[in-house]
Structure formats: C-alpha cells, structure tokens
C-alpha cells in the first residue's frame, strides 16, 4: 500500500465523527476489498483518535465505562482507571478492552483525586447524561476529563462534548480545553466542531475538590450560554441569508393558484 494512500486512510479515521468510527471502518473495508493489513497500517490513527475523543469503553465485569485518554496510557496498548483501580488492553480499531487487571495508583494526591473524581461524577450525572469522567495524575498537575456523548442515527445526528482541565496543586489554578463536536446528516451533512480554551483560573479556599469544582461549574455554565448566543445568530443571521425568504416581487406565492400565473402557463405549454 502507497504511503499517500495509507495517510489518506489516517486522515479518514482521524476525522471520523464521534459514535460513526465503526461506519468509517466498513467504508474502508468496502474500498480496500477487505485488505486488513490497511487498516493495520493506520493503527497509529485510530490510537489518536480514540485518545482525542475521549472513548469510553466497558471492562469485562464492570458496570461502569472507563475512558481511554493519553493521561491515562500505560505501556504496551494499555490504560488504566483510578476508580476501578484497573488496567486493562484496548484494541484501538475494534474499540474493545480485554485482560483486566489489578492496577495500584501511585500518586502522593490519591485522597484529592478520589475526592476530585466523586465530584467530577456528580457533576456530570447532573449535567450531562450519558456521560463518563475521569481524574488522571501526571507529574505537574491533576487531569479532570469528561466525556458526554448523544448518539442518534436513527435521527440523523451523532455528538460529544468533551472537557480537559489541568488543575495545579502547587499553585491552585486550572486551565482547559472544552470542544462541542455534533454531526447533522439528514439530506446533507454539516457538522458542528467548535474550541474553547479556558484561561488560568485562580481556584479559591484551600483548593479542595468542592472548590475546584465551583470554577469548572462556571465555566461550563458561561460556555454553554456562549454557544447558545452563537447558535441563535447563526438561526437569525447566517442560516437565514442562505436562502430568499421571499420572491423578487416581494410577495409569497400562492401555491394553489399556481395555474393562473403567467409563468407556470409557459413553462406547462398552456400559452400557444
């Protein structure tokens, strides 16, 4: 296989909307007549994918879903969850996990992030349903993630919201990336794919969880406020200059009398 057309494949999965990874799949099988060692060869890419989405995925034996992020990777294909206190393989194109295992934390911060990780998850069962979330240690800072899907191909449209937070211990201050993706595909396709980076924030008090939390509760609240302003000019403003609302005479056309106008008669052959 050609090294432009193994990067085109890349950039086929890496592009996927989120919830249609397994349809993007087929697409390739069906164009590459089923040649596997394709999509072998973008193995890296379904990996970025995966950990850029944010993909959830259920451990044998477990009930609830864990993330698949790169804060929480581990050597040799495999991730691990601080809840569960599990490691466990992930095979990236079949979006799996197998050979769960016990896995110990080793972080000085064990008692914030399960504090962190309690109050992450009311958040988000109050907030977002269908929704996973995680706290990942790394050597300068605690990860908060939350992923929030809504899958319904039934009606055409496929999303996620995703949230990364960096909070700091040393100085109390948390920064982040928040990204709204949605796919529309009902007689088109338009998809929705919007960045919003959160600025170092001062967290108050002692810097406990609660109060971590508080912040991150505001900005998501200011966000979504944000999007929901942009998505009103784009209804009154940008959506609407597509189109003529009405005729050049200024005048809606009555569809019933559509015989008697001058043009219908010529085009129907009624004017000799």
């Keep these: 296989m050609s090294s432009n057309n193994s990067a085109a494949i890349s950039k086929f999965v890496e592009g996927a909307p989120p ?24 193995r890296p890419a379904f990996k970025n994918y995966n950990e850029e989405q944010l993909t959830a995925v259920k451990l044998s034996g477990g ?32 979006q799996k996990a197998s050979d769960v295992q016990s896995h110990t934390l080793d972080s000085r911060h064990t008692d914030l992030i399960a504090s962190l990780s309690k109050t992450l998850d009311t958040h988000a069962t109050e907030h977002y349903p269908s929704s996973v979330s995680a706290v990942f240690p790394t050597p300068d800072s605690l990860i908060l ?19 990364t937070y960096h909070y700091s211990t040393a100085s109390q201050t948390l920064t982040g990336v928040l ?19 959160v600025p170092e924030t001062k967290v108050g ?43 050049v005479t200024r005048q809606k056309v009555e569809w019933e009398k559509i015989g008697g106008y001058r043009a219908a008669k010529d085009v129907g052959g009624g004017r000799r």
């Design 19 to 42: 919830g249609e990874l397994g349809d993007v799949v087929k697409d390739i099988k069906a164009l590459t007549s089923e040649d596997h060692s394709v999509l072998e060869a973008a």
């Design 63 to 94: 009930g609830k879903s864990v993330l698949i992020s790169e804060y929480n990777a581990l050597e040799e294909g495999r991730y691990y969850d601080t809840e569960s206190k599990s490691s466990f393989a992930f095979d990236h194109i079949l």
């Design 179 to 197: 990204t709204c993706d949605v796919h529309y595909y009902e007689d088109g396709n338009v998809r929705l794919l919007t960045k919003k980076a």
């Design 145 to 163: 993630l939350l992923s929030a899907s809504k899958y319904s191909p039934s009606n055409f449209y496929n999303g996620r919201l995703r949230t």
């Design 205 to 247: 008090g002692s810097g406990e969880a609660s109060e971590v939390m508080r912040v991150i509760a505001r900005v998501e609240k200011a966000w979504q406020e944000e999007l929901n302003r942009g998505f009103g000019r784009l209804a009154e403003g940008d959506f609407k200059a597509l189109r003529r609302q009405l005729p």
